[in-house]
Protein backbone atom coordinates (compact mmCIF):
# COMPACT_ATOMS: atom_id res chain seq x y z
CA UNK A 1 0.00 0.00 0.00
CA UNK A 2 1.14 3.32 -0.78
CA UNK A 3 1.22 5.87 1.95
CA UNK A 4 0.89 9.96 1.59
CA UNK A 5 3.99 10.15 2.60
CA UNK A 6 5.40 8.48 -0.66
CA UNK A 7 2.47 10.28 -2.77
CA UNK A 8 3.43 13.67 -1.88
CA UNK A 9 7.34 12.83 -2.67
CA UNK A 10 6.00 12.00 -5.96
CA UNK A 11 3.63 14.71 -6.14
CA UNK A 12 5.14 17.84 -4.07
CA UNK A 13 5.73 20.23 -7.15
CA UNK A 14 2.34 19.41 -8.45
CA UNK A 15 -1.05 21.71 -8.96
CA UNK A 16 -3.91 20.63 -7.06
CA UNK A 17 -5.51 20.04 -10.43
CA UNK A 18 -2.10 17.23 -10.86
CA UNK A 19 -2.68 15.93 -7.71
CA UNK A 20 -6.41 15.11 -7.98
CA UNK A 21 -5.52 13.36 -11.21
CA UNK A 22 -2.84 11.68 -9.75
CA UNK A 23 -5.23 10.30 -7.04
CA UNK A 24 -7.75 9.97 -9.38
CA UNK A 25 -5.74 7.65 -12.07
CA UNK A 26 -4.72 5.40 -8.44
CA UNK A 27 -8.25 5.33 -7.62
CA UNK A 28 -8.96 3.80 -11.02
CA UNK A 29 -7.01 0.46 -10.07
CA UNK A 30 -6.80 0.41 -6.39
CA UNK A 31 -8.64 1.70 -3.24
CA UNK A 32 -7.12 4.68 -1.85
CA UNK A 33 -7.67 6.08 1.50
CA UNK A 34 -6.50 9.82 2.63
CA UNK A 35 -6.05 10.50 6.11
CA UNK A 36 -5.37 14.12 7.20
CA UNK A 37 -3.75 14.28 10.85
CA UNK A 38 -3.90 16.52 13.51
CA UNK A 39 -6.04 19.15 11.89
CA UNK A 40 -6.71 20.73 14.91
CA UNK A 41 -3.00 22.80 14.16
CA UNK A 42 -4.66 23.87 10.97
CA UNK A 43 -6.88 27.17 10.93
CA UNK A 44 -10.05 26.50 11.13
CA UNK A 45 -11.04 27.64 7.86
CA UNK A 46 -8.62 25.12 6.27
CA UNK A 47 -10.52 21.98 6.34
CA UNK A 48 -13.63 23.83 4.29
CA UNK A 49 -11.01 24.69 2.10
CA UNK A 50 -9.64 21.22 1.36
CA UNK A 51 -12.88 19.74 0.65
CA UNK A 52 -13.81 22.64 -1.69
CA UNK A 53 -10.28 22.76 -3.34
CA UNK A 54 -9.71 18.88 -3.24
CA UNK A 55 -12.38 16.18 -2.43
CA UNK A 56 -15.14 18.32 -4.12
CA UNK A 57 -13.25 18.29 -7.50
CA UNK A 58 -11.61 14.67 -6.85
CA UNK A 59 -15.44 13.10 -6.21
CA UNK A 60 -16.55 15.60 -9.87
CA UNK A 61 -13.78 13.82 -11.86
CA UNK A 62 -14.67 10.15 -10.26
CA UNK A 63 -19.07 10.84 -11.30
CA UNK A 64 -17.62 11.83 -14.85
CA UNK A 65 -16.47 8.31 -15.37
CA UNK A 66 -18.38 6.06 -14.21
CA UNK A 67 -17.15 3.10 -15.54
CA UNK A 68 -16.64 -0.52 -13.67
CA UNK A 69 -14.33 0.59 -11.31
CA UNK A 70 -14.65 -1.38 -7.57
CA UNK A 71 -12.34 0.95 -6.12
CA UNK A 72 -12.97 2.88 -3.03
CA UNK A 73 -12.15 6.25 -2.60
CA UNK A 74 -12.10 6.86 1.74
CA UNK A 75 -10.75 10.35 3.01
CA UNK A 76 -10.46 10.74 6.98
CA UNK A 77 -10.04 13.92 8.79
CA UNK A 78 -8.17 13.14 12.45
CA UNK A 79 -7.97 15.66 14.86
CA UNK A 80 -7.32 15.23 18.71
CA UNK A 81 -8.56 18.16 20.17
CA UNK A 82 -12.06 17.51 19.58
CA UNK A 83 -12.33 21.31 17.36
CA UNK A 84 -14.32 20.04 14.38
CA UNK A 85 -17.76 21.48 15.22
CA UNK A 86 -15.67 24.77 14.69
CA UNK A 87 -14.75 24.10 11.22
CA UNK A 88 -17.97 25.38 9.38
CA UNK A 89 -18.92 21.79 7.49
CA UNK A 90 -22.50 20.99 7.05
CA UNK A 91 -21.71 16.70 7.94
CA UNK A 92 -24.09 14.09 8.21
CA UNK A 93 -24.76 11.70 10.80
CA UNK A 94 -25.35 8.39 8.76
CA UNK A 95 -24.05 7.31 5.49
CA UNK A 96 -25.74 8.60 2.90
CA UNK A 97 -24.86 7.18 -0.87
CA UNK A 98 -26.79 10.03 -2.15
CA UNK A 99 -24.92 13.30 -1.16
CA UNK A 100 -21.22 11.75 -1.09
CA UNK A 101 -19.98 15.75 -1.19
CA UNK A 102 -20.93 15.73 2.66
CA UNK A 103 -18.31 14.27 5.57
CA UNK A 104 -19.44 11.51 7.99
CA UNK A 105 -19.39 12.42 11.82
CA UNK A 106 -17.74 10.05 13.46
CA UNK A 107 -17.94 9.67 17.54
CA UNK A 108 -15.06 10.53 18.75
CA UNK A 109 -12.44 7.61 19.31
CA UNK A 110 -12.99 6.73 23.02
CA UNK A 111 -9.62 6.16 25.08
CA UNK A 112 -9.43 2.59 26.25
CA UNK A 113 -9.11 2.59 30.32
CA UNK A 114 -6.35 0.74 32.88
CA UNK A 115 -8.49 -1.43 33.83
CA UNK A 116 -9.47 -2.87 29.89
CA UNK A 117 -5.93 -3.50 29.48
CA UNK A 118 -5.40 -5.12 32.23
CA UNK A 119 -8.48 -7.35 32.55
CA UNK A 120 -7.28 -8.36 28.39
CA UNK A 121 -3.87 -9.44 29.36
CA UNK A 122 -5.51 -11.53 32.64
CA UNK A 123 -8.02 -13.19 29.82
CA UNK A 124 -4.91 -13.77 26.88
CA UNK A 125 -1.66 -13.81 29.22
CA UNK A 126 -1.64 -17.84 27.55
CA UNK A 127 -1.83 -17.07 24.49
CA UNK A 128 0.76 -14.42 24.65
CA UNK A 129 3.91 -15.58 26.13
CA UNK A 130 5.89 -13.26 25.73
CA UNK A 131 3.83 -10.11 26.73
CA UNK A 132 3.74 -11.27 30.29
CA UNK A 133 5.44 -14.79 32.71
CA UNK A 134 4.09 -13.96 36.19
CA UNK A 135 0.55 -13.17 36.85
CA UNK A 136 2.22 -10.77 39.38
CA UNK A 137 3.43 -8.63 36.24
CA UNK A 138 0.04 -7.85 35.11
CA UNK A 139 -0.71 -4.75 36.99
CA UNK A 140 2.90 -3.03 36.14
CA UNK A 141 2.25 -3.94 32.63
CA UNK A 142 -0.65 -2.60 32.17
CA UNK A 143 -0.11 0.27 33.50
CA UNK A 144 3.26 0.66 31.26
CA UNK A 145 1.01 -0.16 28.21
CA UNK A 146 -1.63 2.69 29.28
CA UNK A 147 1.10 5.13 30.35
CA UNK A 148 2.89 4.92 26.77
CA UNK A 149 -0.30 4.85 24.59
CA UNK A 150 -1.25 8.32 25.88
CA UNK A 151 -3.60 6.84 28.63
CA UNK A 152 -5.31 4.40 26.62
CA UNK A 153 -5.41 6.00 22.94
CA UNK A 154 -6.53 2.66 21.24
CA UNK A 155 -4.24 2.92 18.00
CA UNK A 156 -1.16 3.22 20.86
CA UNK A 157 -2.26 0.60 23.18
CA UNK A 158 -2.61 -1.87 20.82
CA UNK A 159 0.75 -1.12 18.74
CA UNK A 160 2.49 -1.31 22.38
CA UNK A 161 0.87 -4.88 23.52
CA UNK A 162 1.98 -5.86 20.11
CA UNK A 163 5.37 -4.88 19.92
CA UNK A 164 5.48 -6.59 23.76
CA UNK A 165 4.35 -9.57 22.07
CA UNK A 166 6.53 -9.60 19.00
CA UNK A 167 4.16 -9.79 16.91
CA UNK A 168 1.40 -7.46 14.37
CA UNK A 169 -1.85 -6.72 14.99
CA UNK A 170 -2.76 -8.62 12.13
CA UNK A 171 -1.33 -11.76 13.88
CA UNK A 172 -3.20 -10.82 17.16
CA UNK A 173 -6.54 -11.01 15.11
CA UNK A 174 -5.74 -14.25 13.48
CA UNK A 175 -5.47 -15.54 16.41
CA UNK A 176 -8.04 -14.51 18.42
CA UNK A 177 -10.15 -14.80 15.34
CA UNK A 178 -11.05 -10.97 15.64
Given at each position: ?19 IQYIYDQWRTK ?72 PIMLEPIKKF ?66
Open positions: MEKMSQILLKTSCATPTELTVILVFYHLEKLDKSEPKKLLQQFWHPLVKLIQKHPEDCFSYLVMFFVNHASCSNEWDIQCLETLNTKDINKPEILIKNWIRQNRLNFPKLISEVAEIDIIAKDIWEDSFEGMPELAIEKICNRCGTSFYDISQLLEI
